[in-house]
């Protein structure tokens, strides 16, 4: 994160990873104001910040923003860890890659902030939520880069992101065993697609692509599709 006064400097930086990244990055960031319209002081978040507890400057301000810019997703909670109920600031659409700016109110959600997966949206990774008996999409998550793992250390999963428009195969067991399903993109070009499982729900192991083909013909899985619907505004 950063104050107004250091966002030059930032920008240089953003520079320098869009141009590490390739000309298709779509980098998740939010700037959030003390005033409507992004108006007034201004501060970057570009963390993900377990316990914001710790720069209690920066929790005070964020309990006081009235309005944002984003691309992407960020989720603030209420509890540090990323626990308790919570509310989310994200772009235009169902997958936020296209800047948004709106009113915005965080008070009571500066315990924690995380934005969802890859700084990077474009780049093709598997995001699990575990969840929590709150929220669905609390508790810790586990970021998949490489394009198979043959065991997810999670009790339970209760929701699950993919990103740059890949399709993914979920099983219920270790080393690609037991019931499976394809989590696939639902629209051609979409930057982000998100399901909502069911509480019990274990995937113990994941690999990227459908059995088959690209996943065009597979089915969703269970659960259903589409970003939740808490929005702040």
């Known amino acids: 994160m950063s104050n107004k006064s250091s966002m030059p400097l930032l920008g ?18 939010l700037t959030v104001y003390s005033g409507p319209n992004q108006t007034g002081s201004a501060v970057r ?20 923003v009235q309005s944002y810019c984003a691309v992407g997703w960020f989720d603030f ?9 919570s509310v989310d600031l994200g772009g235009q659409g169902m997958d936020g890659a296209t800047e948004k700016c709106a009113p915005a109110n965080l008070s009571g959600f500066t315990g924690s902030v995380r934005f969802t997966g890859p700084f990077d949206l474009s780049t093709p990774v598997l995001t699990l939520i575990q969840g929590t008996s709150s929220n669905a999409f609390g508790g810790r998550e586990i970021d998949v880069y490489e394009r198979a793992r043959r065991w997810i ?6 929701a699950v992101y993919t990103y740059g428009g890949s399709n993914w ?15 696939q993109q639902t629209q ?31 089915a969703a899985g269970p659960g259903g599709c589409g970003r939740r619907p808490n929005r702040l505004w």
């Open 45 to 64: 978040v570009d963390e993900k910040i377990a316990d914001l507890g710790r720069y209690p400057r920066l929790q005070s301000f964020l309990s006081s």
């Open 188 to 218: 051609q070009g979409k930057m982000i697609n998100h399901l909502v499982l069911n509480a019990t729900t274990h995937i113990r192991s994941v690999r990227q692509g459908c059995e088959g083909d690209s996943g065009a013909n597979d």
């Open 153 to 158: 250390p999670l009790n339970q999963t209760s």
């Open 77 to 85: 909670y209420a509890q540090c860890d990323f626990n308790g109920a």
């Open 169 to 183: 195969t979920l099983f219920t067991g270790d080393n690609f065993q037991g019931s499976s399903w394809c989590f």
């Open 12 to 29: 240089v930086g953003l520079l320098l990873v869009v141009a590490v990244a390739g000309a298709g990055a779509v980098l998740q960031r």
